[in-house]
């Protein structure tokens, strides 16, 4: 099977920052099953860079340098958290370049339309957009308490876009979701070293480093972060309230049972950090992350 590679789109288009709020996957979290993939570490839309060049002939397929500027404007009104106003915006422009149905679909899964936004990720997974519809996807599921299959998507993404800071933030998120401490911290040190100002990273890896029962080395690791005493007794709030959600659910992992049978609500992800809008640490409603 050919592979295809990720395309390289301007900086001015693909430039992304924190969002607040994961579902903000911003990625922050506890256990999982236990948490709310609110990924507001991961939540917020963060920088991304791509290994593989452009091809203007596919990726940006009839957008020319004028289109390109208003997709650009679009994305920040998607960042600035009115994925509304970005789906009307993206209709008026009247275009199926891949470019263009990244930023709906990254749209549609910020305001629960996931089956759409999933169709829209699977028709670019074979394309220059593949590492970005990955990320999405991974992200989309993750959302959704499919966390095994959401790793599968992040890691892929990773894989065909290795120096893109925010998909490795998140795919660290999620690996501290799963319980895998160390591959998540690998994946949130790779962050800091490529981008040392990371602040959703940061904050991430020094919830790891809480959940592991290290409060001292927490504490060293936030000094030396820049982050503050305030994120840092926030960051532990979370982890508390994560562990004793935790306890409660093993103690009573069964719903009682009620008169009448009634179907059981999907699996979620409780989520310990604050939304993508909120520019808590990684993942939204996305995704917004500690």
Known sequence: MTRHLPCRLPSPLRTRRPVAGWPTLALTGALTGALTWTLSACAPIGPRQHDAPVDPAVCSAGLGPAENTRLAAIEQVLRDGKPYAALAQLDAMRSEAPSVQLVRADALRRIDRPSEAAALYQQLLSGCQSAQAHHGLGLLLANQGKLSEGLTHLQAARTAAPTDVRVRNDLGYALLLANRPDEARFELLTVLDLSPREA????????????????????????????????????????????????????????????????????????????????????AKEPARP
Do not use: F, Y
């Not at 719903?255 to 059981?264: A, L, M, V």
């Open 200 to 283: 959703r990273a940061a904050r991430n890896l020094v919830l790891l480093t809480l959940r592991e029962g290290r409060p001292e080395k927490a504490r060293e690791l936030a000094t030396s972060l820049g982050l503050d005493a305030a994120t840092l007794e926030r960051l532990g709030r979370q982890v508390s309230q994560t562990q004793m959600q935790t306890q409660i659910q093993a103690q009573n992992p069964w719903p009682t049972p009620s008169p009448s049978p009634q179907p059981e609500p999907a699996p979620t992800l409780v989520a310990p950090l604050p939304a993508d809008a909120a520019n808590a640490t990684n993942v």
